[in-house]
Nanobody
Framework: QVQLVESGGGLVQTGDSLRISCAASGPAFSYYSMGWWRQTPGKEREIVAAVTRTGGGTYYADSVKGRFTISRDNLKNTLYLQMNSLQTADSAVYYC????????????????WGQGTQVTVSS
């Protein structure tokens, strides 16, 4: 079982950068492919980015491609999302999640979820 805790969210301005993190408990972090998801009130949760177990493969939603970078450090049991050139449309609660399926973008494939961290981008 994996427990996930996000951190690093906050209030930033348009064009700023922010890095959020997800700390995983337990020795099994490297067994899981990981993803970052986000959700705004009244909308479905959407995939932002995903990374394979080793970090060698990644997926990005079109809306963040070229601006966000997902990475992981399996020695530190930590997942990261570096967000650059932030836009107001990026405001959301960001969740990290773990799955045994590499680079899946189906929400139901993710087994473990964090509690979320709020990112707010003001204009």
């Amino acid at each position: 079982q994996v427990q996930l805790v996000e951190s690093g969210g906050g209030l930033v301005q348009t064009g700023d950068s922010l890095r959020i993190s997800c700390a995983a408990s337990g020795p099994a972090f490297s067994y899981y492919s990981m993803g970052w998801w986000r959700q705004t009130p009244g909308k479905e949760r959407e995939i932002v980015a995903a990374v394979t177990r080793t970090g060698g493969g990644t997926y990005y939603a079109d809306s963040v491609k070229g601006r966000f970078t997902i990475s992981r450090d399996n020695l530190k049991n930590t997942l990261y999302l570096q967000m650059n050139s932030l836009q107001t449309a990026d405001s959301a609660v960001y969740y990290c999640a773990a799955t045994r399926l590499d680079l899946t973008i189906s929400e139901s494939d993710y087994t473990y979820w964090g509690q979320g961290t709020q990112v707010t981008v003001s204009s």
